[in-house]
C-alpha cells in the first residue's frame, strides 16, 4: 500500500468531493495510466495500482469515513479501521464501465444482464413420393417439442409471483474478479446470467419457462421439390428458456424412389424396352407421365438400343419459378425369348436374303475380326 501518497491527491479531488466527482476522476485517470495504454512502462502500471487502491477505498463510504478519521492507518494491521485491505481493486460495476469506454464493450458492454438465448432449432426428416414432388401437397405433421409453459407464460414462476433480482451480481447477470491488471468476467453462478432468480417455482415447468409437448404443424411442399431441399419453419423450434424467443423447425425432404422414373434436377428418365421389330421398321409408344397425360414417342426405323428421346415439358416443374423439364426416354431393343413355328420360319426366310447391310455395325466388326485373323496368319 502506497501510506505516504494521499489517496485524494491521486484521484485529485478535494477530500469534500462526493460519488460522482470521484468515479468521474477515477475513470479519466484510470483511462490515462492503465497499462494497455501504456504498454511496457512501469511508471503507469503503478500508478494505475495506486489510482485503484484509491478508489476502491473513497468509494466505500465505511472505508471512507475510516480513512478520514485514521489516515492509512485505518488498514494497516491492527489500525482502527478494521476491514482488512482493499483487494487492489475498484467496484466491478465502475472498472466494467471504465473497460467498456477503453476497449470499446470487450468486456461484457458495461456488466448488463445477458440475454436469453433463443431456442434451439430442429430438424424433421419426411419422405414424399415422386408424385407428390410433382404436384406439391399440404402435409401435417407432429413434432414432440419444449414449449412455453402456458400457466406462467414462460416466465417460470408461479402465477401471481416473480423473479427477484438477484442478489450476487445485483441484477447485470455477470460478476467480475480482477486478476492482475486485467478484468475477467463469467455469468453469474447464482441467476446463471439472468440477473433474476426464482423465488416460487411455476409447478407446471419446475421453473423451466417450457414443457415438452406435441406440436401439430401443417407444412406446404411446393411443386418441384427434390431430394434434400429444405423447408423453413420460423419460430416452430424449441421454445427459448424463461420466455426467449423460439428457435426454427426445418423440413428435409426426401423422394421415395419411383418405380418408373428416375430424377435427375428437373428431367425424369425412364427406360423403356420395345420388340426388335418395332426397333427395326419403327413405330409409336405412350410413356404415361407424372402429370397424368399419356405422352406419344416416335421410335424411328432402325433405333439402338441405348438411344435416348426426349419429350420436351413433360419433367419436372421449375421449384418456385415457371418451366418444366423435359422427359427422356432411354430405348432398349429387346430380343425375343418364346417363338412359335411360324416365326421361327420368317426369321429364317429374312435370314436368308441378310447381305449384312442391315446391320452396318455389326459387319463392319466382323470384317475388322476377319482383318485381324489374315494378319496374324501371314
Known amino acids: 500500500m ?3 501518497i494521499d489517496f485524494y491527491e491521486l484521484l485529485e479531488v478535494e477530500r469534500t468531493a462526493d460519488e460522482k466527482v470521484l468515479k468521474s476522476a477515477y475513470r479519466k485517470l484510470a483511462m490515462k495510466f ?4 501504456n504498454p511496457g512502462c512501469q511508471d503507469s502500471e503503478a500508478k494505475f495500482k495506486q489510482i485503484n487502491e484509491a478508489y476502491a477505498c473513497l468509494s466505500d463510504p465505511q472505508k471512507r469515513a475510516a480513512y478520514d478519521r485514521y489516515g492509512h492507518a485505518a488498514f494497516q494491521q491492527g489500525g482502527g479501521g478494521g476491514g482488512g485491505g482493499f483487494g487492489g481493486g475498484a467496484d466491478f460495476g465502475d472498472l466494467g464501465d471504465i473497460f467498456e469506454t477503453i476497449f470499446g464493450g470487450a468486456f461484457g458492454g458495461g456488466g448488463g444482464r445477458q440475454q436469453a438465448r433463443r431456442g434451439a432449432d430442429l430438424r424433421y426428416d419426411m419422405e414424399i413420393t415422386l408424385e407428390e414432388a410433382f404436384h406439391g401437397k399440404t402435409a401435417e405433421i407432429a413434432v414432440e417439442v419444449a414449449q ?3 400457466p406462467c407464460a414462460g416466465t417460470g414462476a408461479t ?3 416473480s423473479a427477484r433480482r438477484c442478489n450476487l451480481c445485483g441484477g447485470h447477470g455477470k460478476v467480475r474478479a480482477q486478476q492482475g491488471f486485467f478484468m475477467v468476467e463469467r455469468a453469474c453462478p447464482t441467476c446463471h446470467g439472468r440477473g433474476e432468480v426464482i423465488e416460487s417455482p411455476c409447478r407446471s415447468c419446475r421453473g423451466e419457462g417450457r414443457v415438452d409437448a406435441e406440436q401439430k404443424l401443417e407444412v406446404q411442399i411446393p411443386a418441384g421439390v427434390d431430394n434434400g431441399t429444405r423447408i423453413r419453419l420460423a419460430n416452430k423450434g424449441e421454445a427459448g428458456p424463461f420466455g426467449a424467443p423460439a428457435g426454427d423447425l426445418y423440413i428435409f425432404l426426401h423422394i421415395k424412389r419411383h418405380r418408373m422414373f428416375e430424377r435427375d434436377g428437373t428431367t425424369l428418365l425412364t427406360r423403356c424396352p420395345i420388340s426388335f421389330t418395332k426397333a427395326a421398321l419403327g413405330g409409336e409408344i405412350e410413356i404415361p407421365g407424372l402429370d397424368g397425360a399419356r ?4 421410335i424411328p426405323a432402325g433405333i439402338q438400343s441405348g438411344k435416348q428421346l426426349r ?10 419459378a415457371r418451366g418444366v423439364g423435359d422427359l427422356v426416354i432411354e ?4 430380343t425375343p425369348t418364346k417363338l412359335s413355328a411360324r416365326q421361327r420360319e420368317l426369321l429364317r426366310e429374312f435370314q436368308a436374303t441378310e447381305t449384312g447391310e442391315e446391320t452396318p ?3 463392319g466388326f466382323f470384317d475388322r475380326i476377319k482383318d485381324a485373323w489374315s494378319d496374324l496368319t501371314e
Open 2 to 4: 502506497s501510506a505516504e
Open 34 to 37: 492503465h497499462p494497455d495504454k
Open 148 to 150: 412455453s409453459c402456458e
Open 159 to 161: 402465477p401471481g409471483t
Open 295 to 298: 405422352h406419344k414417342i416416335e
Open 311 to 320: 419429350k420436351r415439358g413433360a419433367g419436372m416443374p421449375v421449384l418456385q
Open 331 to 334: 430405348i432398349q431393343v429387346e
Open 361 to 363: 455395325q455389326s459387319k
